[in-house]
């Protein structure tokens, strides 16, 4: 998914202990208090130098747990390392950052999935969040012989969720019947202290995944189309929503799209790639996103860029612009509801710091 992003963070230094521990460089620890929760992302495996993957995530981490995001969402598909392994990982060199795991149904029994979380919190007193996905590229979904359709993926899911919630919240065993799972007089051991049962994040780009996180009373993440769009589109009945989105922000316009270019450059091929990945998705907000990628240009008013997922660098929108500007628009999407913000993979210390000003600007103006 994003095949030259080994290239943007080989040889950038790790944070200096001195200034994670006087915190120096926190800029997102203050939104907790405004109930904004920001997450970056893990670097993936494809196309990764398995010679320095393991620096390139534990670097990733300690600027994550520097700057105060809440948590590092770590994905997971057919063509990816396990990411249970990279959460043992993360925990094991970091202060405070809570690992976000993607889950697919199609690779683990819901009771094993709940037993890395509370083993997990077991060993290291920290809690997980979860990533339930119902997996989008049909290709990885039939090399298992998982033939399910789309909608009907996501009322498993929801079996499968509800399953994990139980054990892990119920002091007694777990009786479940449902269409797909079935589980008699299950417990949980070691129990999980109630402090650390895990956040639950769920697509909701589709009305199925909507349905899903609503069943689930779950954060609904959305892959955000500009806020005009998605304005009036956020059912009322569901609480929590999240957004994934990266950002580029500088003092100038033009400093903020040069760094955007020079992070994400036109690339043909990456073009043909994203082209053949739309055919092999059902995912909705796949679809969503091509078609607005189709339909729109960047404007000199308008942060919200699609060049990289255009390009096959990566699978979301991107802010690009001032402080003020991005603040501007993130500030929009604050009013529309969104409280959880998973960032794209950070190329640097240096760029996730510059995201969080436009972060403080916007929960300045609109929350506090």
Known sequence: MIGDQTARTRGLDAVPEQARAAGASAPFTRLRKHGVEIFSTCPQSREADPETYLEEVLRVARWSDAVGCHGMLIYTD?????????AQLVLENTEQLRPLVAIQPAYMHPYAAAKMVATLAYLHKRQ?????????????????????????????????????????????AVTFTGDYYQVKNLKMKPSLPPALMPGVFVSGSSDAGLGAARALGATAVRYPQPPAEESGRLPEDIIHFGMRAGVVARETEEEAWGRAYELFPPSRKGQMTHKLAMKVSDSQWHKQLSHLGEVSEVTPDSPYWLGPFENYKTFCPYLVGTYDRVAGEIGNYLELGFRAFILDIPPSLDELEHTGVAFGKAVDAVLA
């Open 78 to 86: 057919n063509a990816l390392v396990d990411p249970w392994l990279l």
């Open 128 to 172: 997980i969040y979860l990533n339930m996905v119902a997996g989008g590229f049909r290709n990885d979904l039939v090399a298992l012989d998982d033939h399910t359709e789309h909608d009907d993926r996501y009322d498993r899911l929801v079996e499968y969720t509800k399953i994990i919630v139980e054990l892990l919240s119920s002091p007694e």
